[in-house]
């Protein structure tokens, strides 16, 4: 991306639903079998790719996916969010040619279910999804001690570098 010589550029994103019952829970698009509620959103809600789309976005001051995915349209209603990630992922292809992602660091913040127990097939779909190794990808998991019980929040920090850096 022309004028950017740093090397490194670090994002930042963060999302959160509204959790309500008969939604499917999914959070790095592992969809969380035995919920009882889900978030409520108009694609499939999951808050830890969507936290990370903007993240990546971010990382080079493109905006965030409101402005790619306007909330409302027909056509991201109930959409599977793999697709809001592999859209930003292609345009960072032609806006940011030569830059690859180094890690990714993510808290989810949900007071039940506990999600550790799936931990393992969240960081490794989320890593497949970005094309990097198992590692590059950790998650964290919090319950808001009860002063949120029904919200369901992601906030995503990842590094980028060039080519070379
Ligand atoms: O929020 P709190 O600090 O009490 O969470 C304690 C631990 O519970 C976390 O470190 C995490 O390992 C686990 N946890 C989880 N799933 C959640 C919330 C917390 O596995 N939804
Ligand atoms: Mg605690």
């Known amino acids: 991306m022309a004028g950017m010589d740093a090397g490194f550029r670090i994002g930042y994103g963060e999302d959160a639903h509204r959790l309500a019952a008969g939604r499917p829970l999914v959070v790095g698009g592992v969809r969380i079998e035995g919920a009882e509620r889900g978030a409520e959103a108009h694609s499939d809600g999951d808050v830890l790719l969507h ?72 960081e490794q779909r989320v890593a497949g999804l970005l094309g990097l190794p198992p590692g590059a990808v950790g998650v964290g998991f919090k319950t808001s001690e009860g002063l949120a019980p029904d919200h369901v929040q992601a906030r995503v920090t990842l590094l980028m570098a060039q080519s070379g850096a």
Request: proline share 4%; charged share 30%; glycine share 8%.
């Open 51 to 122: 936290a990370l789309a903007d993240a990546l976005l971010a990382a080079f001051a493109l905006g965030d996916i409101g402005k790619l995915f306007p909330p409302g349209e027909a056509r991201t209603r109930d959409l599977d969010s793999t697709v809001i990630l592999r859209e930003v992922l292609g345009r960072l292809r032609s806006r940011a040619a030569g830059w690859r992602v180094v890690n990714v660091a993510a808290v989810v913040t949900l007071d039940a279910p506990r999600l550790g127990r799936h931990r393992e097939r969240i």
